[in-house]
């Protein structure tokens, strides 16, 4: 055996075989299938934040309401770093919250009324807003599949179920403005979605 000068042999021979092996792998040919796998797995990685161009495109569009949209855009840091997609289901998860939250309320206001029309008000609306939590629930996976036209319809449908509650049932009674302010949110944040909606890219 022939003893190198580090004294070590021939024992580091099979750390350079196995190098020569990985660079002969990645230094090998690569067939045009392959090569567009690649490049549309790094494509499809790549995240850009939404730009101040974008966001005066979603906060003008008739479906959103100017003043809240430019707000919201700057009242959450954590927005700066999303890109369309991802801030689309970032506000998904606040009407998420926003329509449980509403939707539990309802229901301790239906419990605690010893009116009957009155009960019959909340129960009602409670029930648009189990609608409404469902199609959230629907426009998070089209977001996922890459469905900006479904999840156009399922936010549509969630906006339409809060303000049924608001301008059907609630006009009967005289609800905790709180509660109207829940509404008013809901129905704000659902805007911003669906002109998010109008300019993803579809699948």
Known sequence: ??????????????????????????????????????????????????????????????????????????????????????TAKYLIHHAQQNALDTHNQLQLLANSTTDKRTKECYISCSKYYDKALYSFGEALKDIEVHNPDYLNVEISAARQNANDCKTLDLKDVKPD???????????????????????????
């Open 177 to 203: 403005p709180k509660l109207m302010m829940k509404i008013d949110f809901l129905e704000n944040v659902c805007g911003i979605v669906l002109s998010i909606s109008d300019i993803l890219p579809k699948n």
């Open 1 to 86: 055996m022939t003893v190198s000068k580090n004294g070590m042999g021939n024992c580091i021979r099979p750390k350079l075989y196995r190098r020569k092996m990985t660079i002969q792998i990645m230094t090998g040919p690569i067939n045009g299938e392959v090569m567009a796998l690649i490049f549309y797995k790094c494509i499809t990685r790549l995240s850009f934040a939404v730009t101040q161009s974008e966001v005066q495109t979603i906060c003008s569009s008739p479906t959103s309401n100017p003043s809240f949209c430019y707000k919201f855009f700057k009242s959450d840091p954590k927005i700066e770093k999303l890109d369309l997609s991802d």
